[in-house]
């Protein structure tokens, strides 16, 4: 099982291994992406295979996308 939380404005990872406990920085990131990463690390955990998340989620940027391609493609 792992967990994350925050303290100030970083996020933080935690989880038990081989009954070893391990806390890791997620850095500056924001609730959700944490959320992902705790959920990719319990993935690992239970079977063994690294999940790798990208680091910009797309609905993080798809505004700024449309208004460039607006800019571009105008009607």
């Not at 099982?1 to 970083?10: E, N, S, V």
């Not at 391990?22 to 993935?43: F, H």
């Not at 955990?45 to 940027?61: N, P, Q, V, Y």
Request: aromatic share 14%.
């Amino acid at each position: 099982m792992a967990t994350t939380y925050a303290r100030g404005d970083r996020w933080y990872l935690n989880w038990s291994e081989h009954g070893r406990q391990y806390r890791k920085s997620l850095g500056r990131i924001t609730e959700r992406e944490a959320d992902l990463r705790r959920k990719a690390k319990e993935i690992e955990l239970s079977t063994g295979k690294r999940i790798f998340i990208a680091a910009a989620l797309f609905e993080d940027h798809i505004e700024k996308y449309l208004v460039w391609h607006r800019s571009q493609f105008p009607d």
